[in-house]
């Protein structure tokens, strides 16, 4: 690793000038926060990183998980990490005083999140998941389910997990087949398979607190007859018991090792309890919560990832002798320049850049939204539930498409040693891969912006954030420097808008396959927008400050920095969108084929 994997600077950029996230202490939620109790609190995270997490991220991915005789063993650290986050308070983050948490902004949090990912990213899964799952029951379980599991759930003793795979379902949610048969009682009898289970089983906690969908005796076929359970690996009787739980098997992956992935099997010996969570038939509804959170936690864990892959990068291309500039080849007396001054390394490098300080910046925004949504009322309210809902497969599939992107160009800067396993990134390679798989696919993702989010009440998300971006626009306008950025981007917004429209005809005229079948295009066309629009936002934070406030030194650079990469994105990567534009505007349907026979 090198000695930096994320820009302390950066991040409080965007907390405090960008965000200025000091602003929710003003509501009654955040109050007995401030500015310092943030920094605080990322001071502290910053502390676990550099002493827990990325002292082992080679070791962890060397030394995987392994089962035998039913038991999990995973690198000793991650009970080191568990007990940290738990005495700090930080699984808890965000949870209120009442469920035992901080009451800390959920903007805070992720900037937290981000941080530990960027150290070693695997064992951040352990806490994203526990922290998710007690969400969950804090949300919707009953005061016995609260009072039973929250506490050593948060003070990292239990791990939490979500449990919707199946092996005969994947991805297809209405399709799952465990069953849960009710008693008298008050619990129900779970029998069935999940699979992929991320932190399913280890050795490093003493029990497992799984949230498991489950189909009850007579309930309605498909995702209306879902509910959700909580259903422990060991269960409290006279003393704790097992709770026909069983790890069948564990899947070994092509990166992030430390973490397992468990195929687990529920009821072989009809013995295996779960506690309903809320109502009858209604938790998919419920799991979408802890989805939808867990969908903006990997896009900060592609964010994290790439960032790491960045600076190493950065530290090879700053160290690295190769070479002369172009215009001094002829002469041999000529000392090699490092190859940082080389324009493809630095193409290269301000793409890293570009998508990991891009990334950053929209997972935050979201992650102020669903602050704000939390605290305000009426139409306020509505306006960030609409952002929110339409940003989050966004700030999912950005930073974990363009991300794997970004540490692939990290890999090229440093060549042949890129792709050996005595330097980071060939590890960080693997580890981002699964990004824009988790949480659902890319492909699962595209179809929920453009055939759900896009057309969710009659389009009314996507003119809240057509306003959003114009108000930035206008602000970038009053400097004559970013006018032209700033014309740009209302430019691609007309191209957004003629696009938009033209395939939800499709949709209007029935055509639904057509109108979905290029969604990962539209995806990629609408990150591209939003990514030059969090850019723009940050470039005129960066020039106001240029223009009022006389920074000099690191100040001064580091502004200028934010100008040059803004202009590197809106020059490189905006521009792809026309292209993209072509092919959704073209009608020749080229992937709706009647046949497979093109294919074999």
């Known amino acids: 690793m090198a000695k930096q994997y994320f820009s302390p600077r950066n991040l409080k950029f965007l907390l405090h000038e960008v965000l200025q996230a000091g602003e929710l202490t003003q509501y009654e939620h955040y109050k007995e926060h401030d500015r310092q109790s943030f920094d605080m609190v990322l001071d502290a995270a910053k502390q676990i990183g550099d002493n827990i997490l990325q002292p082992f991220f080679v070791e962890m991915d060397k030394k995987e998980p392994d089962l035998e005789e039913g038991k999990v063993a995973v690198h000793t650290a991650v009970k080191d990490y568990l007990k940290a986050m738990g005495e700090s308070g930080m699984i808890g983050a965000s949870f209120s005083f009442e469920t035992g948490g901080q009451q800390l902004p959920h903007t805070i949090e992720s900037a937290l999140t981000f941080m530990l990912a960027a150290a070693n990213n695997a064992p951040t899964m352990y806490t994203g998941l526990t922290t998710g799952a007690a969400r969950l029951i804090a949300s919707f379980g009953s005061k016995t389910l609260q009072e039973k599991y929250l506490p050593k759930m948060l003070d990292g003793s239990w791990q939490g997990t979500m449990c919707l795979t199946e092996p005969q379902a994947g991805s297809s949610l209405s399709d799952i087949s465990t069953t849960a048969v009710p008693t008298d009682g008050g619990y129900h009898k779970l029998k069935g398979q999940k699979i992929f289970i991320s932190a399913g089983d280890h050795d490093q906690c003493d029990n497992f607190v799984h949230l498991v969908l489950a189909r009850i005796e007579g309930a309605p076929s498909g995702t209306k007859g879902i509910s959700l359970f909580v259903v422990p690996k060991f269960r409290q009787e006279e003393k704790m018991v097992e709770n026909d739980v069983l790890s069948a098997g564990i899947y070994h992956k092509m990166g992030q090792k430390a973490t397992p992935a468990m195929h687990l099997t529920f009821g072989d010996r009809d013995e295996c309890h779960g506690w309903l969570v809320g109502e009858e038939n209604k938790g998919l509804k419920y799991m979408f919560q802890m989805m939808n959170e867990a969908r903006l936690g990997v896009g900060l864990l592609g964010a994290a990832i790439a960032s790491a892959a960045y600076y190493a990068s950065l530290e090879y291309a700053l160290e690295r002798p190769q070479g002369r500039k172009i215009n001094g080849k002829e002469q041999k007396d000529t000392p090699q320049t490092t ?10 490098l301000l793409f890293q850049k570009s998508v990991v300080e891009g990334s950053l910046a ?81 492909g699962i993702q595209s179809m929920d912006l453009l055939g759900r989010k896009v057309t969710m009440q009659g389009g009314k998300a996507l003119m809240v954030l057509a306003q959003e971006i114009q108000e930035t626009v206008s602000e970038a306008m009053t400097f004559e420097d970013l006018k032209k950025y700033a014309e740009l981007l209302q430019k691609e917004m007309g191209r957004f808008q003629q696009v938009t429209q033209h395939l939800v005809g499709f ?50 650079q580091f502004y200028e920095s934010k100008i040059h990469t803004m202009r590197y994105f809106f020059s490189y990567e905006l521009p792809k969108v026309k292209g993209l534009a072509t092919t959704l505007l073209d009608d020749s349907e080229v992937t709706i084929e009647k046949s497979t026979e093109v294919l074999v």
């Not at 400050?545 to 030194?553: E, K, S």
Request: charged share 25%; net charge negative; glycine share 8%.
């Open 362 to 442: 929209l997972l935050l925004e979201c992650a102020k939204y669903a602050d704000l949504e939390k605290v305000t009322e009426g139409d306020e309210k509505e306006k960030y539930i609409l952002l929110l809902d339409l940003l989050t497969p966004i700030a999912k599939t950005f930073p974990s498409e363009y991300g794997i992107k970004s540490v692939s160009e990290g890999m090229q800067v440093l060549g042949g040693y890129g792709y050996c396993s005595d330097f980071p990134l060939e590890q960080m390679y693997r580890d981002i891969r699964i990004t824009s798989i988790y949480e659902g696919t890319t």
């Open 507 to 556: 949709a209007m005229k029935g055509a639904l396959e057509r109108f979905l079948a290029d969604a990962n295009l539209f995806m990629e066309f609408s990150s591209l927008v939003v990514v030059s629009w969090q850019w723009l936002k940050q470039a005129v934070v960066a020039k106001r400050a240029l223009v009022t406030g006389n920074p000099q030194g690191e100040d001064l």
């Open 339 to 348: 190859i940082i001054a080389h324009a493809d390394i630095r193409r290269m």
